[in-house]
Nanobody, 114 residues
């Protein structure tokens, strides 16, 4: 079953930046709203950002002004630029269609340290 492949996570100090990438092949990528989600330890998975097929975006209040979602339809890839990272951004980050219609991938771990 097709699943996304996320990458780009890592360990970063508070205030730093990371850029996540996700390849979601095997679907009609250009016709789907794509989204980034995250799940912190002991918490439920939450929607972080979404981008529609026409490029409109929405963000969780907690990341507005700091995170930017973008996509490259030719590469079936969605990105998440994360700036001014905070300790509370620590989580496993996943991408999927919105709503999550694909099988969930492995995710990529983002750890923000002080």
């Amino acid at each position: 079953q097709v699943q996304p492949v996320e990458s780009g996570g890592g360990l970063v100090q508070a205030g730093g930046s990371l850029r996540l990438s996700c390849v979601a092949s095997g679907i009609s990528f250009r016709f789907n709203t794509m989204a980034w989600y995250r799940q912190a330890p002991g918490k439920e998975r939450e929607l972080v950002a979404r981008m529609s097929k026409i490029g409109s975006t929405n963000y969780a209040d907690s990341v507005k002004g700091r995170f930017t979602i973008s996509r490259d339809n030719a590469k079936s890839t969605v990105y998440l630029q994360m700036n001014s990272l905070k300790l509370e951004d620590t989580a496993v980050y996943y991408c999927n269609t919105e709503p999550g219609g694909m099988r969930w991938g492995q995710g990529t771990q983002v750890t923000v340290s002080d």
